[in-house]
């Protein structure tokens, strides 16, 4: 005999849920990145800007560490955003070989120009949530970003003692 008035709820899978991330992550990309270039810097452009504003003059190194970009593509941009007067490079006092970069009165003008329309747009889009949704995704988030920096962390330990022991 089955049981009356009991609705099954279908639970979301693992990767449901994944991909409907990753499909919100690129469409808020994309949306963002096009409202940036409509002010003159590119999302990607205004995360060099940014990071300068905010940690100061430093080398290119320490910029591809810090974003996680190979040291070519942090070069590369920096040529760019020199060439278009965001950025000026200079010899590093400590280190002959080395430039340090720093952001420029335009650079900074031109990021705060693009960061303002990025607030709004992201403002716009969460405004589908409610106060109480908000907070709730923000933990959700939150989890999920602590376990992937432990799973991150758990295999550069694995990988560091297998290194060690191949010598």
């Not at 747009?121 to 988030?141: G, K, N, R, T, Y």
């Amino acid at each position: 005999m089955a049981p009356h008035n009991i609705h099954i709820k279908h639970m979301k899978s693992t990767i449901e849920v994944s991909d409907k991330l990753f499909e919100l992550y690129h469409r808020v990309h994309r949306l963002v990145n096009e409202s940036m270039r409509d002010q003159g810097v590119s999302l990607a452009r205004s995360k060099f800007l940014f990071f300068l504003s905010k940690l100061g003059p430093c080398r290119s190194t320490d910029i591809a560490e810090a974003l996680n970009f190979a040291p070519r593509t942090v070069t590369e941009a920096i040529d760019g955003l020199e060439r278009d007067k965001l950025v000026l490079r200079k010899p590093d006092p400590e280190d002959r070989r080395a430039k340090i970069v720093s952001i420029t009165e335009v650079g900074r003008v031109v990021m705060e120009a693009a960061e303002h329309p990025r607030k709004l747009l992201i403002e716009e889009i969460f405004s589908a949530l409610d106060d109480e949704q908000l907070d709730q995704m923000h933990e959700i988030v939150s989890r999920l970003v602590a376990k992937a920096d432990e799973i991150r962390k758990r295999k550069e330990d694995g990988e560091g003692a297998r290194e060690s022991a191949a010598e």
